[in-house]
């Protein structure tokens, strides 16, 4: 089996990275290598190819530790067999890393919100489908959810994340022992601004 060449942006991507943070003056990059990573903050953020955490807030590599996934959605903790990829996450930044903030990123523009809203996403037996169900209890909040506002029903998902990331036992202690802060934010993406949204504890 032969391999393809790398796709000329990967490598030239590289190159700069090399350039800044090997082999340049910056030595954030190194310096986390060698001292290990103690990120400032933990961030869930959407995977939106346009809201890029590190991006957003002038983060040098190892400042956040983050999780990107479909609406930037906070699961509730279980304990079945099944993998769940954001809870291991935020088990391994707050109890492993012990980082000092945990941010929920919510965003305007989100296809997954739009999915949810207009009850188009795939079925529930697809992953997406299923993971969008996640969103399930704002019908409560928004009867009409197909002509709701989408910035309210986005924000609305922040908080609802942020409720249920305190019912991680983990994540409760350390709020109680005033160890932990939670920030729920909402960027919109036009103009370009953010918002808190809401606080923990």
Not at 141 to 157: I, M, N, S, W
Request: charged share 20%; hydrophobic share 45%.
């Amino acid at each position: 089996m032969t391999n393809k060449p790398l796709p000329t942006w990967i490598s030239e991507g590289f190159e700069g990275f090399y350039r800044r943070f090997v082999s340049g003056e910056d030595s954030s990059f190194r310096e986390a290598v060698q001292h290990g990573q103690k990120p400032r903050a933990m961030v869930i953020a959407c995977a939106d190819s346009r809201v890029d955490p590190a991006l957003l807030f002038s983060a040098r590599p190892g400042e956040l530790f983050v999780v990107r996934n479909v609406a930037a959605l906070v699961p509730p903790p279980e304990e079945d067999s099944g993998h769940h990829g954001v809870s291991a996450a935020l088990e391994f930044g707050i109890v492993t890393l012990q980082v000092p903030q945990v941010l929920v990123v919510g965003h305007g523009l989100c296809g997954g919100i739009r999915g949810f809203m207009a009850q188009k996403a795939p079925n529930a037996s697809s992953y997406l489908g299923r993971w969008l169900e996640l969103l399930r209890p704002l019908d409560e909040q928004f009867p009409e959810l197909a002509t709701a506002d989408e910035k309210q029903v986005g924000r609305a998902a922040v908080r609802l994340s942020l409720q249920r990331l305190a019912t991680f036992p983990f994540v409760a202690e350390r709020l109680a022992c005033g160890k932990l802060s939670v920030f729920g934010l909402y960027f919109e993406l036009a103009p370009p601004t953010l918002e808190l949204v809401e606080t923990l504890p």
